[in-house]
């Protein structure tokens, strides 16, 4: 059954290129032949299929990373156990400003199931709070506890600062919100015992707190599509990069790139970059070994967003340069690097999506789209791609609602990665801020979402009353859209509390 069900997704996949490759030819056929349309057409029709082409890319990239981990991803990995790691081994632990029952939870998670065969390094860049809980934590067991007046370089910076320090073989960076289970250090290490061409090993972030509220879920929902689908692919072809927490790195291979890029606030992308440009490869080794939460309030949630599309856009021009443009690699590779560099700008494209059933109204069409173009290419084209999308997450095993979120979560922030993108062509950067900061947003802060909703709901009353098969096919997409924008309402809410929170530590006496 789930060989079936690979050979019918890639043949699937297969099919949902070819037909967008018919429908940008046929536009080509009728701008540049027909000349069909007028100045506003020709505009709009230009930026409809940039939009096309560039989750075109996404797709075919999605695609092939879902055939590598189907077919080739468990072939390069092999489990096994590194007993004997004392005095070879290194836990950094980054903290900033966070909140005191998860910090004293968290590193007495750290330090039980992984203190007893590396040294654990806490690095407090507190810079508001009493941290002397941390300080009594840390003598009592037997922690190392560092603290920096300067903020050099942010996370990156406290973490090179110690690196340098340091006379071990691995090194491992856990973020304060992760608490790891006892196999993790053994396993990776493992890992790179055997691979002496890698320079580090990532494990996936599982959220355990998604019963806080939608908004956690949601999160969890695209950690799914990143760490069961995208990461196994990335791992097989070699473009794998590391996500700063859940990670073990080779001391070596740091040392090669002159320890973490601090010029970047994704120091993690950064620094894979540079040791991949190094040499070095990722690995990534799909097992629950470590798990976390969620951002679990909507200002905290896009506080994590902000910085990992300001961080990766701001990055571009780099991988560009030393990946995409470099001959030594592979067309497989500069596909996923163009893919994962670009893909933060996606919400210029789905403006023009969400724009489009509102242009229809005035008048204004995509050229060649008309009734029996849609059916014999747009169609087949959609029902393929979302049908392949749907088949692939449930044969990894995800709950259809996870589906669903994933649809909707990256159409719900669009507006943020619009933002982005022009803050980062000023070089206009927000202070660094965590996930676990922050509360509810002013609900007028969401007026983007509100108001496309609205013209959506209105395209669509007035293309039904209109009443045509072209604009009911774009009345039906006008619903669509703004199903999927509905979440909205659900994720500024006050979240409930965890079950993960509910044990605290409290009454630790050492």
Same mark, same amino acid.
């Given at each position: 059954? @789930?060989?079936?069900?690979?050979?019918?997704?890639?043949?699937?996949?297969?099919?949902?290129?070819?037909? #967008?490759?018919?429908?940008?030819?046929?536009?080509?056929?009728? &701008?540049?032949?027909?000349?069909?349309?007028?100045?506003?057409?020709?505009?709009?029709?230009?930026?409809?299929?940039?939009?096309?082409?560039?989750?075109?890319?996404?797709?075919?990239?999605?695609?092939?990373?879902?055939?590598?981990?189907?077919?080739?991803?468990?072939?390069?990995?092999?489990?096994?156990?590194?007993?004997?790691?004392?005095?070879?081994?290194?836990?950094?632990?980054?903290?900033?400003?966070?909140?005191?029952?998860?910090?004293?939870?968290?590193?007495?998670?750290?330090?039980? @199931?992984?203190?007893?065969?590396?040294?654990?390094?806490?690095?407090?860049?507190?810079?508001?709070?009493?941290?002397?809980?941390?300080?009594?934590?840390?003598?009592?067991?037997?922690?190392?506890?560092?603290?920096?007046?300067?903020?050099?370089?942010?996370? !990156?910076? +406290?973490?090179?600062?110690?690196?340098?320090?340091?006379?071990?073989?691995?090194?491992?960076?856990?973020?304060?919100?992760?608490?790891?289970?006892?196999?993790?250090?053994?396993?990776?290490?493992?890992?790179?015992?055997?691979?002496?061409?890698?320079?580090?090993?990532?494990?996936?972030?599982?959220?355990?707190?998604?019963?806080?509220?939608?908004?956690?879920?949601?999160?969890?929902?695209?950690?799914?599509?990143?760490?069961?689908?995208?990461?196994?692919?990335?791992?097989?072809?070699?473009?794998?990069?590391?996500?700063?927490?859940?990670?073990?790195?080779?001391?070596? +291979?740091?040392?090669?790139?002159?320890?973490?890029?601090?010029?970047?606030?994704?120091?993690?992308?950064?620094?894979?970059?540079?040791?991949?440009?190094?040499?070095?490869?990722?690995?990534?080794?799909?097992?629950?070994?470590?798990?976390?939460?969620?951002?679990?309030?909507?200002?905290?949630? &896009?506080?994590?967003?902000?910085?990992?599309?300001?961080?990766?856009?701001?990055?571009?021009?780099?991988?560009?340069?030393?990946?995409?443009?470099?001959?030594?690699?592979?067309?497989?590779?500069?596909?996923?690097?163009? +893919?994962?560099?670009?893909?933060?700008?996606?919400?210029?494209?789905?403006?023009?999506?969400?724009? !489009?059933?509102?242009?229809?109204?005035?008048?204004?069409?995509?050229?060649?789209?008309?009734?029996?173009?849609?059916?014999?290419?747009?169609?087949?084209?959609? #029902?393929?791609?979302?049908?392949?999308?749907?088949?692939?997450?449930?044969?990894?095993?995800?709950?259809?609602? $996870?589906?669903?979120?994933?649809?909707?979560?990256?159409?719900?922030?669009?507006?943020?990665?619009?933002?982005?993108?022009?803050?980062?062509?000023?070089?206009?950067?927000?202070?660094?801020?965590?996930?676990?900061?922050?509360?509810?947003?002013?609900?007028?802060?969401?007026?983007?979402?509100?108001?496309?909703?609205?013209?959506?709901?209105?395209?669509?009353?007035?293309?039904?009353?209109?009443?045509?098969?072209?604009?009911?096919?774009?009345?039906?997409?006008?619903?669509?859209?703004?199903?999927?924008?509905?979440?909205?309402?659900?994720?500024?809410?006050?979240?409930?509390?965890?079950?993960?929170?509910?044990?605290?530590?409290? @009454? $630790?006496?050492?």
């Amino acid at each position: 059954m @789930n060989k079936m069900m690979h050979v019918s997704i890639n043949i699937m996949s297969i099919l949902s290129m070819i037909f #967008i490759i018919v429908g940008i030819t046929s536009s080509l056929y009728s &701008i540049i032949v027909l000349k069909n349309g007028t100045i506003f057409d020709y505009s709009f029709t230009l930026w409809f299929w940039f939009a096309t082409v560039f989750f075109g890319i996404q797709s075919m990239s999605y695609f092939l990373s879902f055939r590598r981990s189907s077919y080739k991803y468990k072939s390069t990995i092999e489990s096994s156990y590194n007993m004997l790691l004392r005095d070879k081994v290194a836990i950094l632990v980054p903290i900033y400003n966070e909140e005191p029952d998860m910090v004293t939870n968290n590193l007495i998670a750290i330090y039980s @199931n992984n203190g007893n065969i590396a040294e654990v390094y806490v690095l407090d860049d507190s810079t508001k709070g009493d941290s002397s809980y941390i300080i009594d934590l840390c003598n009592k067991l037997g922690m190392k506890y560092v603290h920096r007046i300067n903020r050099r370089g942010y996370k !990156a910076g +406290a973490l090179n600062d110690v690196l340098k320090t340091l006379d071990v073989d691995y090194v491992s960076v856990i973020d304060i919100d992760q608490m790891p289970s006892p196999d993790f250090i053994r396993e990776t290490v493992s890992l790179l015992d055997k691979n002496p061409d890698v320079g580090f090993v990532q494990v996936p972030q599982i959220y355990v707190n998604t019963d806080s509220g939608v908004l956690a879920e949601i999160a969890q929902a695209q950690q799914f599509i990143f760490y069961e689908i995208l990461t196994e692919g990335k791992s097989v072809t070699g473009t794998l990069f590391s996500c700063g927490s859940n990670v073990i790195y080779r001391l070596k +291979a740091l040392k090669s790139v002159n320890y973490f890029d601090e010029s970047n606030i994704v120091e993690d992308i950064a620094t894979s970059v540079n040791l991949i440009g190094n040499g070095w490869r990722g690995l990534y080794y799909n097992k629950k070994l470590v798990f976390g939460r969620a951002p679990v309030t909507m200002e905290g949630y &896009i506080n994590q967003q902000w910085r990992w599309m300001s961080g990766s856009l701001a990055l571009m021009p780099k991988i560009f340069k030393k990946i995409i443009f470099n001959k030594k690699y592979t067309f497989k590779e500069r596909l996923d690097w163009f +893919a994962t560099s670009t893909w933060y700008t996606f919400g210029w494209f789905y403006l023009i999506f969400l724009l !489009a059933p509102v242009m229809d109204i005035f008048g204004i069409k995509v050229l060649t789209i008309n009734p029996t173009l849609y059916f014999f290419a747009w169609m087949p084209y959609t #029902i393929l791609l979302m049908t392949t999308f749907i088949l692939s997450h449930i044969d990894k095993g995800a709950q259809l609602k $996870f589906v669903f979120y994933n649809m909707a979560a990256n159409l719900l922030i669009f507006p943020l990665s619009i933002s982005v993108t022009i803050s980062v062509l000023r070089k206009k950067m927000k202070p660094f801020t965590t996930a676990r900061t922050g509360g509810k947003v002013p609900w007028h802060k969401f007026w983007p979402q509100f108001l496309i909703m609205f013209l959506l709901i209105l395209s669509l009353i007035i293309l039904i009353y209109k009443h045509s098969i072209y604009n009911d096919i774009t009345a039906f997409w006008a619903f669509f859209q703004f199903f999927l924008l509905l979440p909205i309402f659900f994720l500024n809410k006050t979240p409930k509390k965890s079950s993960i929170d509910e044990n605290s530590f409290k @009454n $630790f006496e050492g």
